[in-house]
């Protein structure tokens, strides 16, 4: 049994065509990268598989139930996706083209920590997006 068909079952979903094509989109991709279910639903067609766009926001949103995935909704109602993964990243979004850029730094983690232990708070979980303007040129 494959891989994807493993993590689809024990995610209690049933194993079918359009879920394994995506998660299988999903998993392929480089590290950082994120999919709009446009972007996923563009590169099935590429790949020739007859997947409707209402299919690939549907079986995104079961991923995102069964915890497969996580999705990331940013200002200007751009959502996107990237397999769930246990290690903490924040994100830089450019507003003028849309890339996504992950970052994970042990410096701002540690003073995100101190500043909420001096509030009498432990973080638990956070989400942070900077906007900006990306110059650099690769996607």
Do not use: W
């Not at 446009?38 to 766009?53: A, F, P, Q, T, W």
């Not at 500043?115 to 979980?125: K, L, P, R, V, Y």
């Amino acid at each position: 049994m494959s891989l994807e068909n493993q993590e689809l079952r024990k995610a209690g979903l049933k194993v079918t065509l359009p879920r394994v094509k995506i998660y299988q989109i999903l998993e392929q991709a480089s590290e950082g990268d994120h999919f709009s279910a446009e972007d996923i639903y563009k590169l099935l067609m590429e790949m020739g598989e007859d997947v409707g766009l209402a299919t690939v926001y549907r079986v995104l949103t079961q991923f995102e139930g069964a915890g497969l995935v996580s999705r990331h909704h940013f200002e200007g109602g751009h959502s996107v996706f990237e397999l769930a993964r246990d290690e903490h990243h924040d994100h830089m979004v450019c507003v003028k083209s849309g890339v996504v850029k992950e970052f994970n730094d042990p410096r701002l983690n540690e003073l995100l920590n101190e500043i909420a232990e001096t509030m009498g708070f432990e973080i638990t979980d956070r989400t942070i997006y900077l906007y900006g303007e990306y110059k650099g040129t690769d996607k």
